[in-house]
């Protein structure tokens, strides 16, 4: 599912040298074989998804134990997952999701048509961030893991959002992209997913043009809560709350435009999260920064 034109974006997760593809390609898209850096790092091209992760940098990274690239499999663990939210906590994330489709829209339109998306899993922001956009938009969709981009392949090639998009498993504190090149950068919640963000967050600064923006949801917890101090003893604090986004957000290089929130309420029992606990606050906002110029 990678589309040639990807590949002038492209360089070595370890070197940042530009790749050279070796392989079977189709019209539009990479399909089997191998990028290849001067410096001899290979890294595969499977069935139209790149692999461009060193295996020893990322060792230690999170991996999905279900096989969701099986959709149906997916769906029912979806479906479970939804029994154990009320109807204001589907109606906010449904709302989040829109806005966040919007925002990102409306980032392209500014500033290019190049949309990087860290965390990407099975596809649920990106497929409708296709569905909305324009034919000039191009998406590019990430994840540590390489199945369940499998399953939002699947998902792509029954609509008309295949063409939009590549996928490519790639680690988002080490990600295998030029810098200064992509326009905006997104992410659905996927930041809160990956520990010692600020790394994450260095890096979206890395691959973004000046003035691109980073545009992304993030789940918040009250400082001193059973929540907060869960997050940061599995590396997940540094963007629960506003002054610590802000924080890291400054190390990163990145300047915030606004936060907004888009709910607050409490958390109910759900054994199938980690975070928050149950009993306790917490918040869904939507926040875009940029990179300065300079």
Known sequence: MMRKEVASFLVCPLCRIPLIFDGEKSYERFVNGYFKCSNGHLYQVKEEIGLLKDAKVSAGEFEWKVNVADEKRYDEIQKQYNSYLRDDQKDALKKLMDKLVRHTIASCEESGNTVLDVATGMGRFILPLAEKSSSAVSIIGTDIDEKPLRGAMSKAKRTNTYKKISLIVTDAKHLAFKSNSLSTVT????????????????????????????????????????????????????????????????????????????????????????????????????????????
């Open 187 to 294: 992410s659905n919640f996927g930041f809160d997913n990956v520990p010692e963000a600020t790394l994450a967050f260095m890096e979206a600064a890395r691959v973004l043009q000046p003035n691109g923006k980073v545009v992304f949801s993030s789940l918040w917890f009250k400082e001193g809560s059973e929540s907060m101090k869960l997050a940061e003893a599995h590396g997940f604090g540094q963007i629960a709350s506003e002054a610590r986004l802000k924080k890291t957000l400054n190390k990163a290089g990145l300047v915030l435009d606004w936060i907004e929130e888009v709910y607050s309420g409490v958390w109910p029992y759900n054994p199938m999260d980690l975070l928050p606990l149950e009993g306790e606050e917490y918040s869904h906002v939507i926040a875009q920064a940029h990179k300065p110029k300079g």
